[in-house]
């Protein structure tokens, strides 16, 4: 079954010149790219994006984080695109992240971790439509 999954080159992740890097990775496991545009996030987007979080205590870093520079939104498309993407992710941890993941290869800190992926259909629904409303 095809289903989207929303993916972010985080900051850390363009500001590093990895763009090309994760999309590359995304299009070689067969992933379809369905919409993608670099922006910078307002504090209030990054909040509800990462509202889950807002009582824990990286909660005010990680808002300063994501919106402290361009990033890269993307829709993407496949067969288990959520599950899919996070596997090519690896760990939050980019130390736990196995070598050959994006986090494994490119990352050290848990806040600066090169990209998101939504963790769930009903995440990946929710942050389609925050990140790109007029997607039919
Ligand atoms: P994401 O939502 O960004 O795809 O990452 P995730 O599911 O793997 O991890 P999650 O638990 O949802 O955490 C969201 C992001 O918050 C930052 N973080 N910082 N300082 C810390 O202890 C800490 N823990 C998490 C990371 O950028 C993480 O990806
Ligand atoms: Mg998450």
């Known amino acids: 079954m095809t289903e989207r999954t929303l993916v972010l080159v985080k900051p850390d992740g363009v500001a590093r010149g990895l763009v090309g890097e994760v999309i590359t ?11 993608a545009e670099l922006r910078t996030l307002t504090r209030e987007v990054a909040e509800t994006h990462y509202a889950e979080h807002s009582e824990r205590p990286f909660f005010a870093d990680l808002v300063e984080f994501i919106t402290g520079g361009p990033l890269v939104a993307l829709v993407v498309e ?35 971790n090169i990209v998101h992926g939504s963790d769930s259909p009903e995440s990946a629904a929710r942050e389609v439509k925050l990140f790109f409303p007029d997607l039919g």
């Not at 941890?93 to 050959?100: M, R, W």
């Open 25 to 35: 990775r995304l299009e070689r496991k067969g992933l379809r790219l369905v919409a």
């Open 78 to 112: 496949g067969p288990r695109a959520i599950e899919a993407f996070r596997a090519l992710a690896g760990a939050t941890d980019p130390v736990k992240a196995a070598p050959g993941t994006i986090r494994g290869d490119f990352a050290l800190e848990v806040q600066n």
